[in-house]
């Protein structure tokens, strides 16, 4: 219901206020004071300073995002980013609780930017959590929702694996369990495995940007029946090829250790 109106709304486009992030320390009093004029300065400086100011907003927003429980592309597309507070947003003005969020953060995005700098052992922390990808699936993401997020991170980890023992089999790094004593499973080489993960996991990308793209919902008229019936239509192949996907990767895995020695299943394992 988030994406759903009567037409597409100016808000779909941010519209930036005044409050940048150096407007916004400079609201909070005298305890910000020394960390407003450093942001100040940075605004001023080379492309460096800038870089670390972007840095620190990332930050707040990732850490926001662990506060509350919204993704951090939802908080900087609808409610507050480097270029400031976002006004009109259509997905604002039609959910309670993302106007609850707003409420929260207006507040909650100052102490949490003073927190990153004063506090870096808690910052480091904060960050973990929020870029572990299996707690961010539990985030709010009003284009994408988290079953279909869950997926995408499954077929990541299960299709990097599935490829990679695709390769490792055609290239005889594996022995048949039907094959005697005499062809031993060789160690291999550490840097030829790393680029058999990379390989895999850059051919992987290209099933799974099919499926991130299919599960994105964007904006649309309420009454375009069209771009409703191929949303439909995006959800359904979504779910139908990445289940068939999923399948082929099971598939490999278990072809792959079927094809194992016992004494060599170990060294397959992690």
């Known amino acids: 219901e988030y994406l759903r109106t009567a037409v597409i709304p100016a808000g779909a486009l941010p519209s930036w206020?005044?409050?940048?992030?150096?407007?916004?320390?400079?609201?909070?009093?005298?305890?910000?004071?020394?960390?407003?004029?450093?942001?100040?300065?940075?605004?001023?400086?080379?492309?460096?300073?800038?870089?670390?100011?972007?840095?620190?907003?990332?930050?707040?927003?990732?850490?926001?995002?662990?506060r509350i429980g919204l993704d951090p592309a939802t908080i900087g597309k609808c409610i507050w980013s480097s270029n400031g507070w976002v006004h009109g947003n259509a997905a604002v003005s039609k959910s309670q609780g993302l106007q609850r969020d707003v409420l929260i953060l207006e507040t909650d995005i100052p102490r949490t930017y003073w927190d990153g700098l004063s506090r870096p052992l808690w910052s480091f922390w904060m960050l973990f959590l929020s870029f572990n990808p299996i707690l961010a699936v539990g985030q709010l993401n009003i284009h994408v929702t988290a079953a279909k997020r869950a997926k995408l991170?499954?077929?990541?980890?299960?299709?990097?694996?599935?490829?990679?023992?695709?390769?490792?089999?055609?290239s005889g790094e594996t022995v048949a369990a039907r094959n005697s004593a005499n062809c031993p499973l060789t160690d291999g080489d550490f840097l030829?495995?790393?680029?058999?993960?990379?390989?895999?996991?850059?051919?992987?990308?290209?099933?799974?940007?099919?499926?991130?793209?299919?599960?994105?919902?964007?904006?649309?008229?309420?009454?375009?029946?069209?771009?409703?019936?191929?949303?439909?239509?995006?959800?359904?192949?979504?779910?139908?090829l990445g289940s068939s996907w999923t399948l082929v990767q099971v598939t490999l895995l278990v072809s792959f250790n079927a094809n194992l020695r016992p004494e060599d299943e170990w060294k397959w394992t992690f």
């Open 17 to 66: 206020s005044a409050s940048s992030p150096l407007a916004l320390l400079r609201q909070r009093g005298k305890a910000l004071k020394g960390m407003s004029h450093g942001i100040k300065q940075m605004e001023k400086s080379n492309l460096r300073d800038k870089f670390v100011l972007s840095s620190l907003v990332t930050m707040t927003l990732h850490l926001s995002a662990v």
């Open 153 to 170: 991170l499954w077929d990541s980890i299960l299709g990097t694996m599935s490829i990679s023992a695709l390769f490792f089999s055609v």
């Open 192 to 240: 030829r495995f790393v680029f058999v993960v990379l390989v895999s996991s850059s051919l992987n990308a290209i099933p799974r940007l099919a499926l991130a793209d299919m599960a994105f919902r964007s904006y649309i008229p309420k009454e375009d029946n069209t771009s409703n019936t191929r949303q439909l239509l995006d959800d359904i192949c979504f779910w139908i």
